[in-house]
């Protein structure tokens, strides 16, 4: 496979290399919410593509009883727990309940063509990655998940913090490119290109339906820790 310069130099460097995926796969669908997927919003953009992609992924999640995670970023009225991420981007302020693109019921920000499901744990944090001040790691671990599917938004931000963040809490990732979206194009690319060098397999949604087919959750033997599937997202 040939690579450009970039790739190259990091390649050298010792970053990039593969990580298999598992047996016990999850999905983490970071902030498709109606804020971010709504271009009239303030903080929105054109996300329909990658959200119809995503749910092609929960469709086919959910026939293979994969655990589904969503996560919004849901502030006070006042904006009182928003702290110092509030005054570096004030267009946050689109994310205080009870206003025009946040609802008070955290459950209703989530993109409507995602359907969540009753049975799908809404995580509501107040920072980039979803595993900041949340509880998802233990949920996670629960279930015996060793392999995060990651979707969502945006790229550059809590996207790329939460693939950090899934990598450093012992779980391999997966980022379909098609699944995750951001304002900016060039972002995009960039966050995109570190993901892959340093945290998780920037794959595409057919290669992560094609493992989802691979793997039966519930029903496969000896699920522990660390067993791997017989396909590699590519």
């Given at each position: 496979m040939s690579r450009t310069t970039d790739e190259e130099i990091s390649w050298q460097a010792g970053l990039g290399r593969t990580l298999e995926p598992g047996r016990r796969?999850?999905?983490?669908?970071?902030?498709?919410?109606?804020?971010?997927?709504?271009?009239?919003?303030?903080?929105?953009?054109?996300?329909?593509?990658?959200?119809?992609?995503?749910?092609?992924?929960?469709d086919a999640?959910?026939?293979?009883?994969?655990?589904?995670?969503?996560?919004?970023?849901?502030?006070?009225?006042?904006?009182?727990?928003?702290?110092?991420?509030?005054?570096?981007?004030?267009?946050?302020?689109?994310?205080?309940?009870?206003?025009?693109?946040?609802?008070?019921?955290p459950r209703a920000d989530v993109d409507p063509l995602l359907a969540m499901q009753d049975n799908e744990v809404l995580i509501v944090k107040k920072g980039a990655s979803a595993f900041f001040g949340t509880n998802l790691a233990s949920l996670l671990t629960a279930l015996s998940v060793d392999t995060v599917i990651l979707c969502g938004a945006s790229t550059s931000g809590c996207v790329r913090a939460t693939a950090i963040d899934v990598m450093h809490?012992?779980?391999?990732?997966?980022?379909?490119?098609?699944?995750?979206a951001d304002r900016v194009a060039a972002a995009h690319e960039a966050n995109l290109f570190d993901i892959q060098a340093t945290s998780a397999e920037v794959v595409s949604s057919a290669d992560v339906l094609q493992y989802l087919g691979a793997v039966a959750v519930r029903d496969l033997p000896d699920q522990g820790h660390g067993?791997?599937?017989?396909?590699?997202?590519?």
């Amino acid at each position: 496979m040939s690579r450009t310069t970039d790739e190259e130099i990091s390649w050298q460097a010792g970053l990039g290399r593969t990580l298999e995926p598992g047996r016990r796969p999850a999905i983490v669908v970071v902030d498709f919410i109606r804020a971010f997927t709504d271009p009239r919003c303030p903080l929105g953009s054109d996300t329909i593509e990658q959200v119809k992609a995503t749910r092609s992924l929960l469709d086919a999640a959910r026939t293979k009883d994969v655990p589904v995670f969503f996560t919004t970023v849901h502030l006070e009225p006042g904006l009182r727990d928003a702290g110092l991420w509030l005054e570096k981007l004030p267009g946050l302020a689109c994310l205080e309940a009870g206003t025009e693109w946040t609802s008070s019921d955290p459950r209703a920000d989530v993109d409507p063509l995602l359907a969540m499901q009753d049975n799908e744990v809404l995580i509501v944090k107040k920072g980039a990655s979803a595993f900041f001040g949340t509880n998802l790691a233990s949920l996670l671990t629960a279930l015996s998940v060793d392999t995060v599917i990651l979707c969502g938004a945006s790229t550059s931000g809590c996207v790329r913090a939460t693939a950090i963040d899934v990598m450093h809490h012992g779980f391999r990732g997966l980022v379909p490119r098609d699944c995750v979206a951001d304002r900016v194009a060039a972002a995009h690319e960039a966050n995109l290109f570190d993901i892959q060098a340093t945290s998780a397999e920037v794959v595409s949604s057919a290669d992560v339906l094609q493992y989802l087919g691979a793997v039966a959750v519930r029903d496969l033997p000896d699920q522990g820790h660390g067993q791997h599937a017989d396909v590699r997202a590519t």
